[in-house]
């Protein structure tokens, strides 16, 4: 699959709650293949600038371009919370509710959601009530809705935030394999190791603005400003 909706590049980008601004202004592109970390301290804006490029959150100021036009962008997209909203029926019945909206009702609709069952490791739970899973259960249920539709890029905040190593480890594998089939990833974490480990490119947020951004490789090893030195080196930041 080729990614047609990117390059994303936002302009002077900004958001604000009660005329008070919480992001930006934002200069930042990303480019079409990789996995973007955004990491920062907490209220360094990430879920907001998430939430932005993703319409959840109105832009109050600069331009944000896609590839494409913002419609279609917004459509091959999927988002992923920290708490994934959950439909009080069967976990199967989240998954093809998911499944339908794209493909219809079908067999071969119905064979496709047998088979994302079974990728994220849900088929024991496949006919209790969503609302039964435990917290990494029910993120591998949100990325099988996801996933499903096959989206040219997935957004996703702190999706591990609160699950255990196992759990952390079962999702991470889900998402290698997405990336392993083109799918462009941005994802929030506080999780160094898991930036280490997933990322290809990063984007250090503090105060809501970018500092720093640019190969995971180099950011580690020599981070060019003394904010990101300080976070790495797990200091507080004001
Ligand atoms: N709905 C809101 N009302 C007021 N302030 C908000 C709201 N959402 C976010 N903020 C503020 O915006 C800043 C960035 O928040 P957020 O994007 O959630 O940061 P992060 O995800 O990095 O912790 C914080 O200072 C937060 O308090
Ligand atoms: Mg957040």
């Known amino acids: 699959m080729v990614t047609t909706i990117l390059p994303l590049t936002l302009s002077g980008a900004t958001a604000q709650v009660h005329g008070k601004r919480i992001l930006g202004p934002v200069d930042l592109t990303l480019g079409q293949a990789g996995v973007t970390m955004v990491i920062g301290p907490n209220g360094a804006g990430k879920t907001t600038l998430l939430r932005l490029i993703h319409g959840l959150q109105r832009q109050s100021g600069g331009t944000q371009n896609w590839a494409v036009g913002v419609d279609e962008a917004r459509a091959a997209q999927a988002f992923i919370f ?3 909203v ?3 029926r069967s976990v199967r019945d ?3 509710y998911a499944a339908r909206l794209t493909f219809g009702r079908s ?6 959601v047998d088979d994302w069952i079974v990728r994220v490791g849900l088929t024991e739970q496949a006919r209790q009530p969503a609302s039964s899973l435990s917290g990494g259960e029910r993120q591998k249920m949100a990325l099988a809705r996801a996933l499903i539709r096959a989206p040219q890029m ?4 702190e999706p591990t935030a609160h699950l255990d190593g196992r759990s952390t480890r ?3 594998a889900i998402l290698l394999d997405a990336v392993a089939r083109d799918t462009r990833l941005v994802m929030s974490t506080h999780d160094m190791g898991q930036a280490r480990r997933l990322g290809s490119d990063i984007v250090f947020l503090h105060q809501g603005q970018v500092f720093e951004t640019g190969p995971a490789t180099g ?3 020599h981070p060019q400003t003394p904010e990101a ?3 790495l080196n797990g200091d507080i930041l004001e």
Do not use: G, H, K, Y
């Open 219 to 221: 950011f580690f090893t």
């Open 170 to 172: 079962e999702v991470e």
């Open 94 to 96: 989240n998954i093809a």
């Open 86 to 88: 959950l439909m009080r």
């Open 229 to 231: 030195t300080a976070f």
């Open 82 to 84: 920290q708490n994934p």
């Open 154 to 157: 997935l957004i996703l905040d």
């Open 107 to 112: 067999s071969t609709t119905d064979d496709v």
